[in-house]
């Protein structure tokens, strides 16, 4: 069987968890009829043929979210999942404004999330960090006001993100945001370049100050770009089942990612919304491994980027790139080094 690193996972919605059969039993405890049959009904809709496709069933689906331990199950059904995956530690966003829009108080939605993330390390054996992630198609003066009322409740986040439809919504729109964010002591992370232009991802680095990139598979179509992140070991946190089923890129033999690797980009691998594009992060590893012809070598290295990309403590980091390290001598160990097309 094949084994996985031990690696974090630094893109992933914890909306983007909620998977077919969860739908049903949230809408039966909350009493929502939905509009359709069965959870096989539905996972049948996901057949998505760009971002915004995705993004208006993502955001009808999540209102079986009603209360707090709604969104506790949620996250307790993805940190087994994680762990099961190989997932030691998420820094996982959540979309405040999401639920804000349709009446779900901030309280709910952050309480029933951080709670079970509390005791994630304990429970499932994966510490977790909380990002909020703000809409970028909705009003930056909107996203200021949720920030500041995290910052007033002192709500357990460890930075911020920005997500939703990337074309037309330019980083820059959001720079007060994350000079407020920045200025509270906050981390920045902002998607760019999924499908929107390499000129986002150098307004996310130059204007927002981002730490890390969310995606930023475009970044090949400028060279100048492509020399600045590598040199400046800029994270890219790629998701390539996601990139596929959204379109981005034509299938998986086409994607960026071995390109990406061989330019010596510091990118991680993760799953985004694996309940939506076919799977969590040992679903990504293993058709990335199978398509490319990657082994251990390949995954230890694209397991310790995510280690060292991620806002962990020196200890916790260090934990686990020794495990890391343990799980590479193993493999080359067992003679299951190599997959055959590398070599
Ligand atoms: N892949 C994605 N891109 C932008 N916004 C998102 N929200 C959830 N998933 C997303
Ligand atoms: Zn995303």
Redesign the pocket.
Known sequence: MQSFPPCAELHL?I??TLEPDLVFELAARNRITLPYADAADLAARYAFTD?QS??DL?YATMDVLRTEADFADMTRAYLRRAAAAGVRHAEIMM?PQAHLIRGIPLATCVNGVSSVLATSEAEFGVSTLLIA?FLRDRPAAEALDVLRDLLDMKAPIVGIGL????VGYPPSLFAEVYDVARSAGLRCVA?AG?EGPPSYIREALDVLRAERI??GIRCLEDEALVERLVADRVPLTV?PL?NVR?GAVDDLPAHPLPVMLARGLNVSVNS??PAYFGGYLDDNLMAVGETFGWGAAELAIVAGNSLRSAFLDDARRSLLLAELEVWASEQERDGVVQHPRTR
């Not at 997500?163 to 990337?166: G, L, M, P, T, V």
Request: glycine share 4%.
């Open positions: 919605h909306e983007g971002l995705f993004l993502y979309d992630a997500d939703s439809a990337e998607h999924e969310d995606h998701c996601s959204l985004d919304d």
